[in-house]
């Protein structure tokens, strides 16, 4: 047991040490950043989807990716993300009466894939670098709620995102970051009631995920 704490110690301060002098964002490099992560889903507000009659939750799922960034100085680039989720719709269930409980219901599965171009900043040169990045692109939503026959649909979407990028060694190391994903949605009618139109105008699929993954530096 003490030659392995020893040995765990000695690879811990061999890493913190390589890291402390590299100056690892250069002008011309290429990063590569698998990840992995949790989304938390947001709502479909009534009136926004033609399968729904009500609110429906976007379940809290896991989500994976990948993202590929070009600095073009060390202080700035662009960067392609690729992110997909695999969750779920779910009723829009908040009673917590007596008995009433506040358990949702599943009403189908929904496949969320994120295509977005971002622009990155980078502000620092060596071992912690901080970043914040914003972009745009779309969000292709497929829904599977049976029996409904229901299609697929590709939406305009924002980001704007931040974290941290720790580097081991000019051409390794690890990415935490936090991000933000609103879609557009269409507006699919009002209701009438009272002699007046009701319309449900919030028109956004309002996310957001926290992720961990690698970084690959070349050359």
Wanted: aromatic share 16%; hydrophobic share 40%.
């Amino acid at each position: 047991m003490k030659f392995r704490g020893s040995l765990v110690f000695a690879v811990v301060v061999f890493l913190i040490s390589s890291a402390a002098s590299a100056q690892v964002v250069r002008a011309g490099t290429v990063e590569i950043s698998p990840f992995a992560g949790y989304l938390f889903g947001g709502t479909f507000d009534r009136g926004t989807t033609a399968i729904f009659n009500q609110d429906v939750d976007v379940a809290d799922h896991f989500d994976f990716g990948g993202k590929v960034a070009y600095n073009v100085t060390s202080k700035f680039g662009f960067e392609a993300i690729y992110t997909r989720s695999e969750t779920h719709f779910e009723s829009h269930n908040h009673n917590d009466g007596l008995f009433g409980g506040s358990g949702n219901q599943t009403l189908g599965d929904l496949d969320i894939d994120y295509f977005l171009g971002t622009m990155i900043w980078n502000f620092g040169h060596e071992r912690w670098v901080p970043f914040a990045s914003f972009g745009a692109g779309v969000a292709h939503l497929v829904p599977h709620v049976e029996p409904i026959h229901s299609t697929a649909d590709t939406r305009f979407s924002m980001t704007v995102g931040g974290g941290v990028k720790v580097f081991f060694d000019r051409h390794f190391g690890m990415r935490f970051e936090g991000r933000y994903y609103g879609t557009s949605l269409p507006d699919h009618g009002c209701d009438s009631h009272d002699g007046h139109d009701h319309c449900h105008n919030n028109g956004w699929l309002s996310n957001g995920d926290v992720t961990g993954g690698l970084v690959f530096a070349f050359p």
